[in-house]
């Protein structure tokens, strides 16, 4: 399997015709693909941490009443955002480590959450970093929201039906005869 099997385009994540969704699901977790995303999505965890705890923290005490609250929820949404992706993560990292089966990373569970188009932050006095990375975490969840429905979602099952294998073996049992 090569790179592009795995990159972000509809047309191919994963190539998953005639292979099972834990076949995608083992093929991705042992990508370069992966190992960027997991670098990238780590990495945003660590750095908005320190961020909140440090230049973040410092900047919040000199914001207006209404502006900190904003704020506070600001940095809320994005935490927790964090936690959702940083959890998709290892569970993929689990599966390639062989801690979790891809079969049982396969449930639903560990899907991630459609969300709503969320609006510009809620008040335009926010630090600009916060901002920045608030953006920068809405766009890894949107990427990897994609390659959650596209492993987990789109892919076939063992099971399903082939249509095209569907139509072959009618037309050999219509010329047997």
């Known amino acids: ?9 509809d047309a191919a994540i994963p190539s998953s015709a005639g292979r099972s969704r834990a076949a995608v699901v083992d093929d991705f977790a042992r990508s370069e693909l992966f190992d960027r995303t ?10 908005t941490a320190a961020y909140l705890d440090g230049d973040g923290r410092r900047e919040s005490k000199l914001l207006s009443r209404s502006t900190a609250l904003a704020y506070a929820g600001e940095s809320m949404k994005l935490t927790t955002r964090l936690m959702q992706i940083a959890s998709w993560l290892l569970v993929q990292r689990a599966v390639r480590e062989g801690d979790m089966t891809a079969l049982a990373a396969c449930e639903p569970r560990y899907r ?7 609006t510009d932050p809620t008040d ?11 953006v920068r975490a809405e766009k890894l969840y949107d990427r990897i929201l994609h390659l959650d429905r596209r492993m987990y979602l789109d892919a076939p099952e063992d099971d399903a039906v082939n249509p095209v294998q569907s139509q072959l073996d009618r037309l050999t049992a219509a010329f047997r005869t």
């Open 1 to 9: 399997m090569s790179l592009t099997d795995f990159m972000p385009t």
């Open 38 to 47: 997991f670098r990238e999505g780590m990495e945003l965890v660590e750095d």
């Open 112 to 118: 991630l959450a459609d969300r709503k188009p969320d």
């Open 124 to 134: 335009g006095e926010l630090p600009i970093a916060l901002v920045e990375y608030l």
